[in-house]
């Protein structure tokens, strides 16, 4: 008999505030919550196409205010399974140098040895004259 007690899935709305939790922690440069939240092999794809590895990112933010504001627009969309989870959202990200992206933003979590993190991220920059298909 197994001593592993599999744990229950969580549902969307703890991914919504999870992805809330590491966002807000972006923009405050919270990096206990950061370093607990992006997994060791983390990668992001900004909306330029530019690639950071967990540290390049982290190092990133922790050096200089890096997001001024991180604003999700309308309603999270989530897809799990019992060790993986898909946030998908508009986003509204402005940068200390005045610059703000709406773009799509997508988080890949995984479960691992550490609970639920951050393994990539992707954002791909919508452009005012872009129709927007799902709304």
Same mark, same amino acid.
């Given at each position: 008999?197994?001593?592993?007690?599999? &744990?229950?899935?969580?549902?969307? @709305?703890?991914?919504? +505030?999870?992805? #809330?939790?590491?966002?807000? /922690?972006?923009? *405050?440069?919270?990096?206990?919550?950061?370093?607990?939240?992006?997994?060791?092999?983390?990668?992001?794809?900004?909306?330029?196409? &530019?690639?950071?590895?967990?540290? @390049?990112?982290?190092? +990133?933010?922790? #050096?200089?205010?890096?997001? /001024?504001?991180? *604003?999700?627009?309308?309603?999270?969309?989530?897809?799990?399974?019992?060790?993986?989870?898909?946030?998908?959202?508009?986003?509204?990200?402005?940068?200390?140098?005045?610059?703000?992206?709406?773009?799509?933003?997508?988080?890949?979590?995984?479960?691992?040895?550490?609970?639920?993190?951050?393994?990539?991220?992707?954002?791909?920059?919508?452009?005012?004259?872009?129709?927007?298909?799902?709304?």
């Amino acid at each position: 008999m197994s001593s592993l007690i599999e &744990k229950p899935v969580p549902d969307a @709305a703890f991914f919504c +505030a999870l992805e #809330a939790r590491r966002t807000r /922690a972006l923009v *405050e440069r919270d990096m206990a919550v950061l370093e607990a939240l992006h997994a060791q092999e983390y990668q992001l794809i900004t909306p330029g196409g &530019k690639v950071f590895s967990r540290e @390049a990112y982290l190092g +990133a933010i922790r #050096a200089e205010p890096f997001y /001024a504001a991180w *604003e999700a627009e309308g309603t999270m969309s989530v897809r799990l399974s019992a060790h993986m989870a898909m946030v998908r959202y508009r986003a509204k990200l402005c940068f200390p140098s005045g610059r703000v992206v709406i773009c799509w933003h997508t988080d890949s979590y995984e479960l691992g040895t550490q609970g639920w993190q951050a393994v990539w991220s992707q954002a791909t920059e919508l452009h005012a004259s872009a129709p927007d298909p799902l709304h």
